[in-house]
T-cell receptor, first 113, second 114 residues
Framework: DAGITQSPRHKVTETGTPVTLRCHQT?????MYWYRQDPGHGLRLIHY???????DKGEVSDGYSVSRSKTEDFLLTLESATSSQTSVYFC????????????FGPGTRLTVL | AQSVAQPEDQVNVAEGNPLTVKCTYS??????LFWYVQYPNRGLQFLLK??????LVKGSYGFEAEFNKSQTSFHLKKPSALVSDSALYFC????????????FGSGTQLTVLP
């Protein structure tokens, strides 16, 4: 999985609790992304980062925040988890922007009860 | 706006037969097109991409895809399917020159029957 790790790999939490997912890369790639995967929807972009402390919103950013204090780490936070955020979350990285391939981590399965 | 469609949720093919997984797209300018594969409980793996040049793109594991601008399609193909090709396949598109991010299709489940 291209030098990308995600932690935790599985998490069960309750509605209203905060949750932080971590993505760590060893490739020194500039761009990092958080996606969620839901049946029938493919992958949808939540947030992405184009450098340390540089982030922007994706298609489904409501209820999520991100931070990137180091090149290698990209954190996704659910401030107050809801059942609609039950999903599989994938981190991806790419060296460049437009034509560069994105490489994906193994995913985190999050269940919000 | 950019969008991508995978018209078939499920494709079944017998082992040894050719396989095709369909993808059509819509962009304002020129497209950058990607195919990924996902095995159960794994992340997406890159198969191939079309940026420019030859319309026939060859990728990993014997897969290839043909870019057809007039039909706005980028179908994934393999001449002889293997049972191990059974997986979920995603097509993705980005509008060249735009600030938009990659847009993924909803996926096609390929099952290769022994």
């Amino acid at each position: 999985d291209a030098g990308i790790t995600q932690s935790p790999r599985h998490k069960v939490t309750e509605t209203g609790t905060p949750v932080t997912l971590r993505c760590h890369q060893t490739e020194n790639h500039r761009y990092m992304y958080w996606y969620r995967q839901d049946p029938g929807h493919g992958l949808r972009l939540i947030h992405y980062s184009y450098g340390v402390k540089d982030t922007d919103k994706g298609e489904v950013s409501d209820g999520y925040s991100v931070s990137r204090s180091k090149t290698e780490d990209f954190l996704l936070t659910l401030e107050s988890a809801t059942s609609s955020q039950t999903s599989v979350y994938f981190c991806a990285i790419s060296e460049g922007w437009e034509t560069d391939t994105q490489y994906f981590g193994p995913g985190t399965r999050l269940t919000v009860l | 706006a950019q969008s991508v469609a995978q018209p078939e949720d499920q494709v079944n093919v017998a082992e040894g037969n050719p396989l095709t997984v369909k993808c059509t797209y819509s962009v304002s300018g020129n497209p950058y097109l990607f195919w990924y594969v996902q095995y159960p409980n794994r992340g997406l793996q890159f198969l191939l991409k079309y940026i420019t040049g030859d319309n026939l793109v060859k990728g990993s594991y014997g897969f290839e895809a043909e870019f057809n601008k007039s039909q706005t399609s980028f179908h994934l193909k393999k001449p002889s399917a293997l049972v191990s090709d059974s997986a979920l396949y995603f097509c993705a598109v980005r509008d060249a020159g735009s600030a938009r991010q990659l847009t993924f299709g909803s996926g096609t489940q390929l099952t290769v029957l022994p």
